[in-house]
């Protein structure tokens, strides 16, 4: 074969090997990362703590032991605020206006057992956690000590979106009115599970925004710690 001939198909060859290979790169780069998701543990629901008790036992409580609490407790926590008690409507532990359920709800897990440190959105369906950002959060939520002791940090956000046909200032009060109803279940909920906590309106929105990695349309609207008392 002409020597030429042989010269020119040999880069051609290595021309077509090398956009492939920058293609295929490119593609991979392109491709949104799968978001990684965990199975909590099914809530267990035989503690033998009667409602009167926890309602006459819940304090607020803002020093916690340096022990972790453990993935069955947040799973607890996490189902007594939002799981779904009602798989063919959807219904859930809280009620709901219109049952539209705007709320968001995350996990900032710093010392949760079995689990790495991290903030975690929690997926009601499948009563799942969804991986938002590795490490420790906490110092970034807000400055209150409390908040950056705490094992664990429940936090909601309101998806602004869910009650968009309705006045901004009526969508608001529901959320907020919802926010309650859940919190409220789960600081009866610590009680059962032998934990102490406190609700807390006082935070920085803008960094729990940023920290969270919140949409747009998610308003921070509460925050309630978990862990073993002081
Ligand atoms: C809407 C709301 C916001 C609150 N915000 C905070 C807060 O930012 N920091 C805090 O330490 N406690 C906060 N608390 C807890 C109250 O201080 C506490 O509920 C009150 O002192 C009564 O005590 P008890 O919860 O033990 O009954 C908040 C409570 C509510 C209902």
Redesign the pocket.
Known sequence: MNQRLVIVLVLALFTVGVCCALRGHAQEAAAPAEPTVLSLPAPDLSHPTTLEQALQE???V?QYAAAPITLQQASNLLWAAQGITEPTKGFRTAPSAIARYPLRLYLVAAQVSNLPAGAYRYLPQGHQLELVTEGDPRASIGS?P?MTTAPALLVYAYDTTVFARFPADRGLQWACLEAGHSAQNVLLEEVALGLVG?????FDPVQVKTTLKLTEVEMPL?VLSAGQRG
């Not at 406190?198 to 006082?202: D, T």
């Open positions: 819940r304090r607020s803002r209150q409390q406190v609700p807390m309106g006082a509460y």
